[in-house]
């Protein structure tokens, strides 16, 4: 029979014997979040896209701004002075940066309310994907048996369902304005998150730590919220910034197509919906607000490429192995 | 049952198919989820695997802190002063507070389930293997903080392991379990000693001796066959495909506990064939067991 272990317990050296002080942790904890937020800073082409939704947030910030050095409001027509004496668009000059549009109206200015609406839209709409997806992913995931069927068959159906058609219709029952088209967004989009949030807490929840936090007592609900969710946030967080493009694009699509917001009000896609009919005489009037969009876009997206690769540490691990 | 169902089982983790619980006089195994948070308090769980029972995204301060948030024990300015002293108590740097789970061994990580387990003062801990993940080295540090806490606390402990020289270290009565059934029952002391059962007396000659010499006088009995499948367990007696003193009636009815001989009360067994003081196993001479398997068990003691 073995002898019983030795009584003199010493821990592990990390544990220092003596730790009289209390004092906050003078070793701040690298937590993931941070060791991510170094490999994003370390990623170029994602600081560069930062970089650039930084100038697009300060220029939706500082629209009242460009309006009054430009000396132009979003919504003023100039006639005399932003429109040929045929009518036609003025090209971009030391008077209008960007150009006019067909109603003698500055571009730059009105990209610049434009992006207050994207940015706006892009946000919100997603903010409430991201809730109901989450939600509903982690109910799906968490409580699974029946509630697990119905709301994975909902998941299916809203899947399935031709968002732009329905985004028509919707809009054109209930009116053409800033709440409807988020509220429209929201309400189709959440699905594929909720799918990928499903999928991840389906595995998480057969860990011991929820089991450990179930024998505690705690509730669904806390489990849930507290245990799992901020194990899924990589993916969510990952998937949120590559939403926010895709929304945009929506908003704007919805614009393009007369759903958008009401005539005055300048927004990206109904700028480019109004140029349709001059890109053969007044390049500036469809590029401009079309570079706006696809730069915002093209940034968010490559930005959210960047978020993926830095929160998936075993990417970078196998980069890292090939390259020696 | 397996033997680590038991202790998922006696903290209502997983619902029983059939038998009872009964905590402090109460039948608590079909409480509900409600009716059963207050019980919760008083039964905490250690876990086997110290790497997948803390959140990984979670610090350590907040882990521990979990049992006062779930029940709402104490005001939450005083909670991080609480869990620092939980942590001083297991041996952990209370400095370590705002760590995550991945920056400790696995040692450290164990005492952070213990000092969670800890947190409402439980009356029962049910140590599910909570040694067998970690390092030898280790492993001793972790008994002998368990038992100290034992004592300073006046905890009861359900230890459950496949060690056979820790729970002799730990326990004061062993319930010895073969293919999801209590074998028997008894004080350390007498069932280390004086084993009943033919399954326990083979289970105690399987461990290992420091001493070479030693080693050599005692005959190792080895069983052969494999574990019959807990799915469709043998009739009568679950251990008689394997057993030496295997006979008719073992094949038919199962034995139920009961003191053997002159036994002490709380020694019991379950067999009809239990070994007198002293009767070596392999003596026995099965009725019905295989030949064959008699066989090997003579060549495989013969090589020692």
């Known amino acids: ?324 | 049952m397996r033997k680590v169902n038991v202790g998922s089982c006696l903290t209502r983790l997983h619902d029983l198919s059939a038998g009872s619980v009964v905590f402090d006089g109460r039948d608590i195994t079909t409480l509900s989820r409600r009716q059963l948070r207050p019980v919760r308090r008083d039964i905490q769980m250690i876990f086997q695997d110290p790497y997948g029972s803390l959140n990984p995204r979670r610090r350590v301060g907040s882990i521990i802190g979990d049992p006062f948030a779930i029940h709402r024990s104490g005001a939450r300015s005083t909670r991080k002063a609480q869990v620092q002293e939980l942590m001083e108590r297991v041996g952990l740097n209370p400095e370590h507070y705002n760590r995550f789970p991945a920056e400790f061994s696995g040692g450290q990580r164990q005492r952070i389930g213990v000092a969670r387990a800890l947190a409402l003062n439980p009356r029962v801990l049910v140590c599910d293997e909570p040694v067998s993940a970690l390092d030898v080295s280790i492993q001793a540090q972790i008994i002998n903080l368990l038992v100290d806490l034992q004592a300073e606390f006046g905890l009861t402990l359900v230890f459950i392991s496949h060690d056979l020289s820790v729970i002799r270290h730990v326990s004061d009565r062993v319930a010895v379990m073969y293919l999801g059934r209590i074998v028997e029952t008894g004080r350390v002391q007498q069932l280390y000693e004086l084993p009943r059962h033919p399954y326990t007396r083979a289970l105690l000659s399987a461990l290992p001796v420091a001493d070479p010499d030693l080693a050599d006088s005692q005959s190792g009995i080895v069983l052969t066959g494999d574990v019959p499948s807990p799915v469709f367990p043998p009739s009568g007696c679950r251990f008689h495909t394997r057993c030496p003193r295997a006979e008719q009636d073992c094949v038919q009815s199962e034995p139920v506990l009961a003191p053997v001989l002159d036994d002490l009360p709380d020694h019991e067994t379950a067999c009809h064939h239990p070994l007198a003081v002293g009767e070596l196993l392999s003596d026995s001479q099965p009725s019905i067991a295989d030949t064959q398997i008699q066989n090997r068990t003579d060549s495989g003691r013969k090589s020692r």
């Open chain 1, 1 to 324: 029979m073995t002898d019983p272990p030795p009584t003199e317990v010493h821990d592990e050296p990390s544990a220092a014997p003596e730790h009289e002080s209390r004092r906050e942790p003078a070793i701040t904890a690298r937590s993931p979040w941070v060791l991510a937020g170094r490999r994003l800073l370390r990623d170029r082409v994602a600081i560069v896209c930062l970089v650039v939704i930084v100038l697009i947030v300060l220029l939706a910030v500082f629209a009242p701004l460009v309006a009054s050095i430009t000396g132009h409001g979003p919504n003023q027509q100039y006639r005399d002075t932003g429109l040929s004496p045929d009518g036609l668009p003025r090209a971009p000059s030391g008077e209008f940066w960007l150009g006019t549009d067909s109603l003698g109206r500055d571009i730059l200015v009105r990209i610049a309310y434009g992006a207050r609406i994207s940015l706006l839209v892009g946000v919100v709409a997603t903010a409430l994907t991201v809730t109901i997806g989450v939600v509903v992913g982690l109910a799906a995931g968490y409580l699974g048996g029946v509630v697990d069927t119905i709301l994975a068959r909902v998941i299916d159906v809203v899947l399935s369902v031709p968002f732009l058609l329905v985004a028509i219709a919707l809009v054109s029952i209930f009116g053409a304005g800033l709440l409807n088209t988020v509220l429209v967004i929201g309400a189709f989009s959440w699905a594929s998150m909720a799918r990928i949030v499903r999928g991840q807490v389906l595995s998480l929840r057969e860990r011991e730590f929820v089991e450990a936090a179930r024998s505690m007592g705690a509730s669904s609900a806390r489990i849930m919220f507290v245990d799992i969710l901020p194990n899924v946030l990589a993916q969510v967080i990952v998937y949120t910034t590559l939403l926010i493009p895709v929304v945009i694009v929506v908003q704007a699509t919805l614009s393009f197509l007369g759903l958008g917001l009401p005539a005055p009000t300048a927004d990206w896609g109904g700028m480019i919906s109004e140029a349709q009919n001059y890109y053969t005489t007044s390049w500036w009037f469809v590029l401009f607000p079309g570079l706006a969009l696809l730069a915002t876009t093209l940034a968010f997206n490559l930005f959210g490429d960047g978020v993926r690769d830095a929160f998936d540490p075993r990417a970078e691990g196998l980069t890292r192995g090939w390259k020696g």
